[in-house]
Every structure is written in structure tokens, then in C-alpha cells.
């Protein structure tokens, strides 16, 4: 199956320091999504960005398909970023979403 | 609100005692998964159903069971659970055709 590959694995910043999340996958794509998990353990839908770029406040995604990677930008970084970031991708079928080991990010103040 | 609604939130066990973890969204979706998660390994698929009493297997199906009776609820069975289902469990909906996929709050499963 696709093999998804998220770098680095563990990230720690100070507040208000800007990071580079990134998702490597191994083939096309026709569904991309990044997910936050807090600290509490729930995932919250970031960006469905199967190609292009898109932003939402200080958070940012591009996705280049045809080098099978997507980014993640975040900005300004606040505690409240700490968490698991997860990268899934979904290569054609519709009915699963392949998750990669994630980025977990701790934010200090 | 729209959500996925799981119970219970938490739940300890004993080896071989059936248990059953709810799941139900009130969004009309008519996807649903259930997903497990580990440390170092990320979530992993263990059923999904595309509608009503269509049911196929993920990743990770062995020692778990679904059915899919009405279209808002998607029951998890362990019929006889052992320590290595020791898990994080995750239930998620999507409408047919729709990307976005939307998770519960999760169950924390512990067999002793």
C-alpha cells in the first residue's frame, strides 16, 4: 500500500517561532488531509489539500502531487499548537484514509 | 451541533469479556470507520461501512466486529478481547463523495 512518511517526528519550539511540517508520499493521490490532535487526544480536520496551497489564520498547507509532498506552515506558533500533526492521504479508493506516524510539536512559553 | 459521538470515553476490561464501543453521527453521513491507534504507528483502519448493512474490512480487522443496522450508528465489537487490543479507538464519518473526514473523541481501551 502507499507508505506515507511524516518529518521530523518530534518538534519543540518557543511560542511565537514559525515551523515546517512535512508529509511524504509514495504514490498519486487523490485525497490529502492534515489533522491536528491535541493534547486531550481529539483530532480536528486542518486542510483537505489534495494539490495547491490553502490557508486558515496562522496555518498554512501546500501540496505539490506531482512530487508526492504536502507542507505544513505554522506561524507564529502558540501552546495551544502543541499536539500530534497527521498527515493522511488517500490514493484512489474513497474509503480509507492512510495515516502517516505524525509530528508531535510541543510549544513552550 | 454536527458530531461523531463515541462511548464510553474510557473502559477497562478483562481478557475474553465481550464489550461493545458506540458510535453515532448526526450529520446523515453515510461513510464510517472505525480506526486504532498506537504509539509509533499512527491510526490504522479497522472497518468501515459505505452505508447501511455494507460493511467491508480495513488494515487491522482481526478480533473485531461491525454491523451497520441504521445509518447514524456503527457499533465496535470485541467479542473476546485480549491485552493487544489495548488501544486508542477512533470512530470518523464522511458524507459519500466528501473528503473531509470527522472523528469522534475517541475510547480508551485497556484488557487486562
Known amino acids: 500500500g502507499i507508505q506515507v512518511e511524516q518529518s521530523p517526528p518530534d518538534l519543540i519550539l518557543q511560542e511565537g517561532a514559525n515551523s515546517t511540517l512535512r508529509c511524504n508520499f509514495s504514490?498519486?493521490?487523490?485525497?490529502l488531509q492534515w489533522f491536528h490532535q491535541n493534547p486531550w487526544g481529539q483530532l480536528i480536520n486542518l486542510f483537505y489539500i489534495p494539490s495547491g496551497t490553502k490557508q486558515n489564520g496562522r496555518l498554512s498547507a501546500t501540496t505539490v502531487a506531482t512530487e508526492r509532498y504536502s507542507l505544513l506552515y505554522i506561524s507564529s506558533s502558540q501552546t495551544t499548537d502543541s499536539g500530534v500533526y497527521f498527515c493522511?492521504?488517500?490514493?484512489?479508493?474513497?474509503?480509507?484514509?492512510?495515516f502517516g506516524k505524525g509530528t508531535s510539536l510541543l510549544v513552550t512559553p | 451541533e454536527a458530531q461523531v459521538t463515541q462511548n464510553p470515553r474510557y473502559l477497562i476490561t478483562v481478557t475474553g469479556k465481550k464489550l461493545t464501543v458506540t458510535c453515532s453521527q448526526n450529520m446523515n453521513h453515510e461513510y464510517m470507520s472505525w480506526y486504532r491507534q498506537d504509539p509509533g504507528l499512527g491510526l490504522r483502519q479497522i472497518y468501515y461501512?459505505?452505508?447501511?448493512?455494507?460493511?467491508d474490512k480495513g488494515d487491522v480487522p482481526e478480533g473485531y466486529k461491525v454491523s451497520r443496522k441504521e445509518k447514524r450508528n456503527f457499533p465496535l465489537i470485541l467479542e473476546s478481547p485480549s491485552p493487544n487490543q489495548t488501544s486508542l479507538y477512533f470512530c470518523?464519518?464522511?458524507?459519500?463523495?466528501?473528503?473531509?473526514?470527522?472523528f469522534g473523541s475517541g475510547t480508551q481501551l485497556s484488557v487486562l
Open positions: 504514490d498519486s493521490v487523490n485525497n
Open positions: 461501512s459505505m452505508n447501511v448493512e455494507v460493511t
Open positions: 493522511a492521504v488517500d490514493p484512489n479508493s474513497g474509503y480509507a484514509l492512510n
Open positions: 470518523a464519518s464522511k458524507r459519500t463523495g466528501g473528503p473531509k473526514l470527522f
